[in-house]
């Protein structure tokens, strides 16, 4: 398994990506930032300026139901925010045929 998840593909990240080439990747737990800059750069052949980390806590659900009340909590994860060279764009769409 590599260093890289999966791209985060929210709107928010669509409009950082068009306005200031930054991109949100959910990471593994244990990658450092220089690990994520090798990664991005070789996965998408980008030059990366800039990464930001961040640990999402997991967030705690309860569900009702007959039985009753059922708790747990969503998996906690890493997420990655990677700031590219001015001018360089990934696109995330056009992979799929």
């Known amino acids: ?17 068009e306005t200031c080439s930054r991109y949100g990747f959910r ?4 990658a450092n930032k220089l690990e994520i ?5 070789e996965l998408y052949g980008v030059k990366v ?10 967030k705690a659900k309860t569900r009702y139901t007959k039985s009753g009340i059922l708790s747990g909590r969503d998996a906690s994860y ?8 001015k001018g ?3 696109d995330f769409y056009s992979n799929f045929e």
């Open 37 to 41: 800059k090798q990664a991005v750069e």
């Open 88 to 90: 360089q764009v990934i």
């Open 78 to 85: 890493k997420k990655a925010y990677v700031t590219l060279e």
């Open 1 to 17: 398994m590599g260093i890289i998840i999966k791209p985060i593909l929210t709107e928010k990240m669509t409009n950082l990506g």
């Open 49 to 58: 300026v800039a990464v930001n980390t961040a640990r999402v806590e997991g």
């Open 27 to 30: 990471v593994v737990p244990t």
